[in-house]
């Protein structure tokens, strides 16, 4: 006797759409809530397919037709190795089954991914709903619903995988959820950055510094001088560095290499808070290529 395969589940809400091999793939959920890709859709998701394609939007190719479907439920703890090895941003999420499962991302990986969904290109614009007038015209409006895509070993051994964002009510935008999933990352990998000696870090606090044109942390001197300047900042940071050099010659105080490494070089502040879509997407495209390790898939 033949065993007969599952039959793939019906997609009835989409999140996105991709292309395998040119036939398309529906990433959404089905009837019941659950996130699932399939090529199977209902006639509601398919006319919102329909509507996408006549508006000219372009659906992106993935390597695989087999997609790993995941919603997102919270954010877990940050793993910081050692060195210039990569760091892993662990997500909380439901699985295609409704179980709760934790996701380990690389952060090169995920800075990538997120990079891939603000594209314009990869949001997609979901018909929400109809105004409806007298004479049976209406006007259609739109809800933008961001999908995180990626691929890394340490989920499903490199499968392609969709990361899921759902909206409280149907016919919403989930770029709230979206933007503030970002934020939590980007602050997730700021946190581990300004952990590390100034030698060992990569960049993004500098980076994140320049997008919310943040100051430098520099004490009680905030208060006399203008510190978002990067020269007066050198000049009083060698300043107090050199009056604890002194103070560790002269045997006055204990003073350590480190101490003096930091003052010396003060880390800059930042408020990721503040930024706006345009301005996160552009943190996160310099901060990608400040990872030391990229996927050549997200």
């Known amino acids: 006797m033949v065993k007969q395969s599952a039959p793939s589940p019906q997609i009835s809400r989409l999140s996105l759409v991709v292309k395998y091999s040119r036939s398309p793939i529906f990433i959404g959920w089905d009837k019941n809530g659950s996130v699932a890709a399939s090529s199977n859709a209902t006639q509601e998701a398919i006319d919102d397919f329909q509507s996408a394609k006549?508006?000219?939007?372009s659906f992106p190719n993935i390597s695989s037709d087999r997609i790993f479907c995941f919603e997102y439920s919270s954010m877990g703890k940050a793993i910081d190795y050692?060195?210039?090895?990569?760091?892993?941003?662990?997500?909380?999420?439901?699985?295609?089954?409704?179980?709760?499962?934790?996701?380990?991302?690389?952060?090169?990986?995920?800075?990538?991914?997120?990079?891939?969904?603000?594209?314009?290109?990869?949001?997609?614009?979901?018909?929400?709903?109809?105004?409806?007038?007298?004479?049976?015209?209406?006007?259609?409006?739109?809800?933008?619903?961001?999908?995180?895509i990626f691929q890394d070993n340490r989920t499903q051994s490199g499968a392609v995988c969709a990361l899921l964002f759902k909206p409280l009510r149907k016919g919403d935008s989930n770029e709230n959820d979206f933007i503030k999933f970002t934020k939590a990352v980007?602050?997730?990998?700021?946190?581990?950055?300004?952990?590390?000696?100034?030698?060992?870090?990569?960049?993004?606090?500098?980076?994140a510094a320049r997008a919310s044109k943040g100051g430098y942390k520099t004490g009680l001197a905030d208060i006399f001088f203008d510190?978002?300047?990067?020269?007066?900042?050198?000049?009083?940071?060698?300043?107090?560095?050199?009056?604890?050099?002194?103070?560790?010659?002269?045997?006055?105080?204990?003073?350590?290499?480190?101490?003096?490494?930091e003052v010396r070089d003060p880390l800059p502040s930042y408020n990721v808070n503040s930024l706006d879509l345009k301005g996160l997407s552009d943190l996160i495209s310099a901060m990608k290529e400040l990872a030391p390790y990229r996927n050549s898939r997200s």
Not at 54 to 57: P, Y
Not at 116 to 121: A, F
Not at 186 to 203: A, C, F
């Open 186 to 207: 980007v602050k997730q990998l700021l946190i581990i950055d300004e952990s590390q000696p100034s030698e060992g870090r990569k960049g993004y606090i500098s980076v």
């Open 54 to 57: 006549q508006s000219g939007a």
């Open 82 to 148: 050692p060195a210039t090895k990569e760091d892993v941003i662990t997500v909380n999420a439901r699985n295609e089954a409704g179980e709760v499962v934790s996701l380990n991302i690389g952060e090169g990986t995920i800075l990538k991914a997120i990079e891939w969904s603000l594209d314009p290109d990869h949001v997609w614009n979901s018909v929400a709903e109809t105004s409806s007038r007298d004479d049976g015209s209406g006007v259609s409006s739109t809800a933008q619903l961001y999908t995180l």
């Open 227 to 261: 510190t978002t300047d990067a020269a007066t900042v050198t000049a009083l940071s060698n300043a107090k560095a050199g009056g604890l050099k002194l103070l560790q010659v002269l045997g006055i105080a204990e003073v350590s290499d480190e101490l003096i490494s």
